[in-house]
T-cell receptor, first 114, second 110 residues
């Protein structure tokens, strides 16, 4: 089975621009979660989608948004980019989105904002 | 979310067992205990999880205290590839949010 894939792997954007990141979960997985990793804050939860509905959201500003499609693929969008948004963005998929099941992470998208 | 306490770092020799403790005294009765690890320059990787009973898989064993206030991840024979940051994360049965703390950085010496 193919693992979680994320595109693009690397991205350079300018302050004020917006960006869309994509995540394809493992086949059959219906839950997709997004995380931000920075050297200062570590790994932080952004949001989770299950069956096209956002079920959980972390403490991030409204500039961070996401969605999930009927095939479980997910996208996250960051508008009006700030320098502090430079980070590794990771997505994780799981079978059913409960603590009963493990999560599988993708390789991440490295976003640099200049 | 339940709080966790893990040692900042541990060292081990190759081929020897590694016991990684985690204190989660505020865990609720329905929280699963998950362990993940993150190798350098990679995304986190699932290791093992359990609820009440001890669990074994090909990567590791998980020993859960009877009162569930602590657990220990056991790597039976450490290899150089096991050098990573290990995170212990209680997660609700009805939820899916992983709250990563500082984790334990494991160094494996040849």
């Amino acid at each position: 089975k193919a693992g979680v894939t994320q595109t693009p792997r690397y991205l350079i954007k300018t302050r004020g621009q917006q960006v869309t990141l994509s995540c394809s979960p493992i086949s059959g997985h219906r839950s997709v979660s997004w995380y931000q990793q920075t050297p200062g804050q570590g790994l932080q939860f952004l949001f989770e989608y299950f069956s096209e509905t956002q079920r959980n959201k972390g403490n991030f500003p409204g500039r961070f948004s996401g969605r999930q499609f009927s095939n479980s693929r997910s996208e996250m969008n960051v508008s009006t980019l700030e320098l502090g948004d430079s980070a590794l963005y990771l997505c994780a998929s799981s079978l059913a989105g409960t603590g009963v099941y493990e999560q599988y992470f993708g390789p991440g998208t490295r976003l640099t904002v200049t | 979310d339940a709080k966790t306490t893990q040692p900042n770092s541990m060292e081990s020799n190759e081929e020897e067992p590694v016991h990684l403790p985690c204190n989660h005294s505020t865990i609720s009765g329905t929280d699963y205990i998950h362990w993940y690890r993150q190798l350098p320059s990679q995304g986190p990787e699932y290791v093992i999880h359990g609820l009440t009973s001890n669990v074994n898989n090909r990567m590791a064993s998980l020993a859960i205290a009877e009162d569930r206030k602590s657990s220990t991840l056991i790597l039976h024979r450490a290899t150089l590839r096991d050098a990573a940051v290990y995170y212990c994360i209680p997660i609700k049965a009805a939820g899916n949010k992983l709250t990563f703390g500082g984790g334990t950085r494991v160094l494996v010496k040849p």
